[in-house]
C-alpha cells in the first residue's frame, strides 16, 4: 500500500503514456518529457503562489501585524488577485531601451530557474530530468543567470538598472564558488555527479537510527551551512539584497521593468530559491528519505517537501529577522572566510573518508574544520584595530 | 531523432553566428555569440558528451560570455553607434575554413566510418586526469592560481 501511494504520480505517468502505445518511440519520448516538463510547472508554479502569500503572513506575524486577510479564507487568495493585477498592469518598456534584450531579459532568467528544477530528485524515481551530470547540470545552466541579469540592465539603458546588474553580477560571480566548492565534498565522498545515487548515498542508517545523511558530519554541516548561505546570495534574498536595494538603486536590474515582465522576475527569483533549497535537500539532508526506518511508509516526495519547506521558511525568517548587508562586508566574508572554509570542507572530507568513515573520522574532520575555523576567525578579526574611519570616494 | 534535432541545432548555432558577424550593435553580436555558443554545447550533448558539453556552458556562458559583454561595456564609448561591415574578417573567416576544411580532408587517419567509442562518462574524464594527465592538469592549476593573484595585485589599492 505504502509503496504503490509512493509511486503514484510515476504509475499516473506509465499509464498515460500508455495510451500512446504503438506508437513511434520519439512521440513517447517526448509526451514523457512533456509531462514532465508540465508536472515541474504546475507544482512550483503553485508553490511560487503559496509561497508568495505564506511569506508575507510570517513576515507579517514576524513584525506584529495582520498580513494579507481580505482576499479568500487567510487571505489564501491573495496570489490570484496579485497575478490578475500584474497580468492587467501597463507594460512599459523605456523609449531609449534596447527593445529586443529588454524583452528576452526575464524569459531568459524565468527559462533557467525552470531548468536548473528539472535535475532534483523529488522523491523515488521521480526525477524529471535525469542526467548524469546533473549537478554540473544545474551549476552550468544556472551561471546563465548572470548573463540574463546583465541583459536586464544593459537593456533598459538605465543607470540604475545597469549599477544593480554589476552590483548582482559582482555577488554572484564571488559566491559561485564557495556554492559550488561546497559541493565538492558531496561529489567526492559519493563519487557520482548523479543526484540519484547521492540521494541513494544516504539512505542508510548509523547505529540503526541515526540516518546518513551528510549534514550529521562535521564536513557536511559546514558545507550545508556555506552552501545555504550561497545559495542566499545566489537568489539575491535579504540579508543579501543589496542589487536591488530600494533605498540606494530603486530595483536594482529590474527598476525599469513593470507589469508582468517584473512579475516574471520575481517568479524566476523563488524558482531560484527553490531550485537552490531542493539542490540543497538533495546534497546534505538526504533528498527524499525519511529521517527515520519507521517513518518510511510516508511517500518519500511528502519528505521532500517537508525539508524544502523547512530550508523556505529558513530564508523567510532570515528576511524577518537580519538588515541589508553593506556590498563590501559581503565581499570580504566571500573571499576571506567562505572560500577558505569551503576548500577546508573538501580536505575535511578527505580526512573523514581515510580515517575510516566512522565516529574516528568524524572526529578528526571536526578537528581539522575546528582549527582553520579558528585560524580565520582569529585572523579576520577587526575589532581589535580601532582607528577613525576612513572615507575613500571613485577618483 | 537525433538526425532532425542535429538539423535543428544546426541551423539555429549557424543563425546565431551569422547574426554574430553581421549584427550592428556590438552588444547585440556578442549575446549572439553566446547562443551560438550554446548551440555547440548542445552538438556536444547530443554526442553523449555530456561532461565536455556541460562544462562548455559553464566556462563559456557564465564566464566567458559576461567577461566579452564587461569587456565591451566598460572599454568602448561607441556601444551604441552601428560598426561597419568588417571585409578584413570575412576574408580571415573563409582562410581558417578553407585551411581547416582542407586538412581534415587530408588527414589520412580519419575514416569515413564513424568508430564505436565507449560513451564518454565524468567517471572517465576524472580517471584520465587523475592518472595520464596528472601533469598538465597540475600545471593548468598553478597557472590559474597564478592569474587569479594576477589579477588581486593588479586591483589591490597602493598603499602610501
Given amino acids: 500500500m505504502s509503496s504503490s501511494l509512493d509511486q503514484i504520480f510515476v504509475t499516473a505517468k506509465r499509464w498515460l503514456l500508455s495510451w500512446l502505445a504503438g506508437t513511434p518511440d520519439w512521440i513517447i519520448q517526448i509526451a514523457s518529457s512533456l509531462l514532465n516538463i508540465f508536472a515541474l510547472l504546475a507544482v512550483f508554479l503553485t508553490l511560487f503562489a503559496l509561497i508568495s502569500v505564506l511569506e508575507r503572513k510570517i513576515l507579517a506575524r514576524m513584525q506584529n501585524r495582520y498580513g494579507p486577510n481580505r482576499v479568500g479564507p487567510f487571505g489564501l487568495f491573495q ?5 490578475i493585477k500584474m497580468l492587467i498592469k501597463e507594460d512599459i518598456v523605456p523609449a531609449r531601451a534596447d527593445r529586443v534584450v529588454h524583452f528576452l531579459a526575464p524569459v531568459l532568467i524565468a527559462a533557467v530557474a525552470i531548468l536548473t528544477l528539472g535535475v532534483i530528485p523529488y522523491g523515488r524515481n521521480m526525477t524529471p530530468f535525469a542526467i548524469d551530470g546533473g549537478i554540473l547540470f544545474f551549476f552550468a545552466v544556472g551561471s546563465a543567470t548572470e ?6 540592465g544593459w537593456g533598459s539603458n538605465n543607470k540604475f538598472s545597469m549599477l544593480g546588474a554589476m552590483r548582482a553580477i559582482a555577488q554572484m ?13 558531496v561529489v567526492m565522498v559519493v563519487g557520482s555527479l548523479t543526484p540519484d545515487k547521492i540521494v541513494a548515498a544516504q539512505a542508510q542508517y548509523t547505529f540503526g537510527f541515526v540516518p546518513r545523511w551528510f549534514v550529521f558530519t562535521p564536513w557536511g554541516a559546514t558545507a550545508f551551512i556555506l552552501f545555504f548561505v550561497s545559495g542566499l546570495v545566489e537568489s539575491n534574498r535579504t540579508p543579501f539584497d543589496v542589487p536591488e536595494g530600494e533605498s540606494e538603486i530603486v530595483a536594482g536590474h529590474m527598476t525599469e521593468y513593470s507589469g508582468f515582465k517584473y512579475a516574471t522576475f520575481f517568479m524566476a527569483e523563488y524558482l531560484g530559491m527553490f531550485a537552490v533549497s531542493g539542490l540543497a535537500v538533495t546534497l546534505f539532508l538526504g533528498g527524499w528519505h525519511g ?3 519507521a517513518l518510511e511508509i510516508v511517500p518519500s516526495y511528502v519528505w521532500f517537501f517537508i525539508k524544502l519547506s523547512a530550508l523556505l521558511f529558513v530564508y523567510i525568517w532570515l528576511r524577518g529577522t537580519l538588515p541589508r548587508i553593506r556590498v563590501d562586508q559581503m565581499m570580504n566574508v566571500a573571499w576571506k572566510f567562505m572560500l577558505p572554509m569551503a576548500f577546508t570542507c573538501v580536505i575535511a572530507a578527505a580526512v573523514w573518508h581515510y580515517a575510516g568513515r566512522g565516529l574516528r573520522g568524524w572526529l578528526w574532520s571536526l578537528v581539522v574544520i ?5 585560524a580565520l576567525s582569529i585572523l579576520l578579526d577587526t575589532r581589535r584595530k580601532f582607528a577613525p574611519r576612513a572615507y575613500r570616494f571613485a577618483e | 531523432m537525433n538526425s532532425a534535432a542535429f538539423v535543428v541545432i544546426a541551423i539555429l548555432t549557424l543563425a ?5 558577424a553581421t549584427l550592428q550593435k556590438l552588444m547585440h553580436a556578442a ?3 553566446a547562443v551560438a555558443l550554446v548551440g555547440v554545447a548542445a552538438f556536444f550533448l547530443l554526442l553523449g558528451a555530456e561532461f565536455v558539453g556541460l562544462v562548455l556552458v559553464f566556462v563559456y556562458i557564465g564566464a566567458v560570455a559576461v567577461l566579452i559583454v564587461f569587456t565591451i561595456l566598460l572599454t568602448r564609448r561607441d556601444i551604441g553607434k552601428d560598426r561597419g561591415f568588417n571585409w578584413g574578417g570575412v576574408l580571415v573567416a573563409v582562410a581558417v575554413f578553407c585551411g581547416l576544411t582542407w586538412s581534415i580532408l587530408k588527414t589520412p587517419s580519419l575514416s569515413s566510418v564513424a568508430p564505436h567509442i565507449r560513451a564518454l562518462t ?8 587523475m592518472t595520464n594527465y596528472v601533469w598538465p592538469l597540475q600545471c593548468i592549476g598553478l597557472l590559474l592560481t597564478a592569474a587569479l593573484i594576477g589579477a588581486l595585485i593588479l586591483v589591490m589599492e597602493e598603499r602610501g
Fill in chain 1, 79 to 83: 496570489p490570484i488577485a496579485d497575478g
Fill in chain 1, 147 to 152: 548573463l540574463a541579469v546583465f541583459m536586464a
Fill in chain 1, 173 to 185: 560571480f564571488s559566491y559561485e564558488l564557495p556554492l559550488i566548492i561546497a559541493v565538492l565534498p
Fill in chain 1, 291 to 293: 529521517p527515520a526506518r
Fill in chain 1, 370 to 374: 575546528a582549527i582553520v575555523y579558528t
Fill in chain 2, 16 to 20: 546565431a553566428a551569422l547574426a554574430t
Fill in chain 2, 31 to 33: 549575446l549572439c555569440f
Fill in chain 2, 122 to 129: 565524468v567517471k572517465r574524464i576524472g580517471e584520465a586526469l
